[in-house]
């Protein structure tokens, strides 16, 4: 019985314990894959958009108490998800990126008001396709021989994708699918294709475009694929691969009666194949002169070295030898040309040139500046003719003008040639300095008559001078020809005898372009303001007159780091690279976590040889939220770039301001014209100052005029005998007051003086002596003079009051 006892008081106390107890709320814990619980091995894609509800919080309470739900991050890190504290639902706020941040710790609570349990969890990050590749180490430049073999290695590009899986894979292919090149598609190896070749002298330079290409992938629920190009710069060595050549051929040269010994027949011309690194080329005549020429080694000149008389054939054919010399003097490579010379009689009859038409005294030709040496000036085609016979038909053709230019080939011509023009001196002809066009009007008359003078007239010619004997054109010193200002220029030649009669030919010049102006921006430090999601503008002017020579194309060649920025390389344009959407992200791989940017950006034109120019851009960057918030500031920004735009559209509000001012002016002053009643003259008296007293009444002369009278001295009139009162005072009332007794004063010789001011209206008599004792005259008299003075008094007051 008392071990009963005991049992039963035991077990009263335990369940007394037990219902006094609260146990602590708790979370599911629901496994991998669930999107409620307690958030166990939980991942998320990092394109998911900002504000989804991704995850719902998860508990129970044992005793069923209410419980709210918390999440917490580290000081030091961002505050990625919110939640409801009743619900649980899990909200992302903060943009996920993986490549930065692949996965986020956070601590979840479970609360029922008396107890709090946390739990640390983990949530990983995973990859979107949302990263474009990236060329890294650019510009990619390669110097490669023009000997190269076919297949071999040239360079190597190289670009990274910071996505996982088939999103960062990267694959490689040439913009251009006729290209000597091509290109590894895994490891981005440049290449010369099978059966092609280089060559320095038909192409320097090489430009490849490569397409770095990632595997795709989702995005925002979307297959996409991004890409990148850069631009491979191959510049081909020159090396010794080509024998010399000769230029002007064929050659032929003629000797006449009275050729000395010594004289220069003709002149060879050859150069070295390899025109990057030419060699030195030596010249010698290899058989056929029998004695009777020989030729300069370094010129090419040949020349007779016996009379024409000692000459035993009529024509000789020889063969000139050139040969190439290494740096070291060795011999290279060999070339061989045959030459004709012929012996012939004097010329006695003019020749005659022709054009493709017919007979032609005048030819035109335009071509650039500096070209290579020897070069044919292929645009003439001129052909001599001389109708005489045998050797009388041998004649000699030479350019009149500055010496060592240009030389004409064949410089002797038996019948008939055609003519061909080389560049001897290429230096020399530049249109910056001058451009010279030479030819000759030939007299056929002798003597004094055959003498011909040039002159030159026109609107263009100011620039030019022509010399009166030889028809030489040239600039005049102080000209400096353009052809980005002006690149053709007409005159009129006119050659005259002395007799008078003259011939006039009409001259063009064209001026041809060469690449002489590297592009340049308008500031060596340029600001911008960029607007997330809109682009800014670089330009470049280059002031050469034609294309290729003036069109720009532009890169980014430094900036840290080096891909936050894409430029479109024929329009300038630069814009944030498609992972960069805010400034939160701009602010996290900003060095001092602001949002101006420094870039190197480079102008290159697209001419021969090439031209540059770099300069410093720094960048702004905000976003159209910052701009909504006052529209004051979105312009000042948007002006930033442009002060004078600013400038304008001040001017303008300024300028609309005042027209409206001057309208509404306008209209108010006819409006008043038109309902304006007053006077002029009321007009300006209402603008006087008024003084005091300002009004006279009547009634206050009335009362005073009787005083007043009293203070004038009168004449006496003799008395009307007849009392006739007809006249125009007998209206006036017959009586007035009587006049006071004059003063007993002695009489005075002058009459008194009065001043009656008009402006106030008022009589103030001045301070003069007494008046003389008048006459006792009889009170009728007295009456009608008083009554008299009343009325001139009354209509003076009137009179004044109306201007008042």
Known sequence: MR?????????GLLRLCLAQANFAPHFFDNGVGSTNGNMALFSLPEDTPVGSHVYTLNGTDPEGDPISYHISFDPSARSVFSVDPTFGNITLVEELDREREDEIEAIISISDGLNLVAEKVVILVTDANDEAPRFIQEPYVALVPEDIPAGSSIFKVHAVDRDTGSGGSVTYFLQNLHSPFAVDRHSGV??????????????RTHYVTVVAKDGGGRLHGADVVFSATTTVTVNVEDVQDTAPVFVGTPYYGYVYEDTLPGSEVLKVVAMDGDRGKPNRILYSLANGSDGAFEINETSGAISITQSPAQLQREVYELHVQVTEMSPVGSP???ATVPVTIRIVDLNNHPPTFYGESGPQNRFELSMNEHPPQGEILRGLKITVNDSDQGANAKFNLQLVGPRGIFRVVPQTVLNEAQVTIIVENSAAIDFEK????TFKAVDPDTGPWGEVKYSIYGTGADLFLIHPSTGLIYTQPWASLDAEATARYNFYVKAEDMEGKYSVAEVFITLLDVNDHPPQFGKSVQKKTMVLGTPVKIEAIDEDAEEPNNLVDYSITHAEPANVFDINAHTGEIWLKNSIRSLDALHNITPGRDCIWSLEVQAKDRGSPSFSTTALLKIDITDAETLSRSPMAAFLIQTKDNPMKAVGVLAGTMATVVAITVLISTATFWRNKKSNKVLP???VVRKRPSPAPRTIRIEWLKSKS??????FMLKEKPPNENCNNNSPESSLPPRAPALPPPPSVAPSTGAAHWTVPTVSGSLTPQQTQPPPKPKTMGSPIQSTLISELKQKFEKKSVHNKAYF
């Open 332 to 334: 290279v490579a060999q």
């Open 681 to 683: 003259v009321r007009r």
């Open 3 to 11: 071990r009963g006892r005991w049992a039963a008081l035991a077990l």
């Open 190 to 203: 440049l290449r010369l294709q099978a059966g092609a070749t280089l060559d320095y002298e038909r192409s």
């Open 434 to 437: 001058s451009k010279v066009l």
């Open 706 to 711: 009787a005083k007043a009278a009293t203070k």
